[in-house]
């Protein structure tokens, strides 16, 4: 099994914190009968499900720690897309998050047009986190 990001833990206390109940920390979606699949659960991330009121989210969590923030971002845009695309065939009910640290939210995200741009085009779903304090700072649906 890959290892979890070093913020995993971080998140799902955060997401509890704000009433979400952790349902299962790894997920394997087979995408076709033929056998192609989607194991959400890479090297230096981690894949939470999650319930709160009826509404379910699956949690995509990117430190952005070992990399430049440029290819951090590029494998997570890849990575959301993916793996929005493999939960929509199997579960339609199910909504994709990508959990960035608020710092890389304020000095990346925020700072530069064109990453703010690709977010905007590609729709993608941000939960803002505090590392230190395990709090979610911003919800962005």
Request: proline letters at 2%; hydrophobic letters at 50%.
């Amino acid at each position: 099994m890959p290892a979890k990001d070093i913020f995993h833990e971080s998140v799902k206390v955060a997401l509890q914190k704000d009433g979400w109940t952790i349902l299962r920390e790894d997920w394997y979606i087979e995408v076709d009968s033929l056998g192609l699949a989607v194991y959400i659960d890479l090297a230096a991330q981690k894949f939470i499900q999650a319930e709160k009121d009826g509404q379910r989210i699956a949690v995509e969590i990117k430190s952005f720690l070992s990399e430049s923030n440029m290819t951090a971002f590029q494998k997570a845009l890849g990575q959301f897309l993916v793996y929005a695309k493999a939960v929509r065939k199997q579960l339609l009910e199910w909504t994709v998050y990508l959990a960035i640290p608020v710092d890389i939210y304020n000095g990346f995200f925020l700072k530069f047009e064109l990453i703010w741009e690709i977010v905007e085009e590609y729709d993608l779903k941000l939960i803002v986190f505090n590392p230190a304090t395990k709090d979610i700072v911003l919800w962005r649906n």
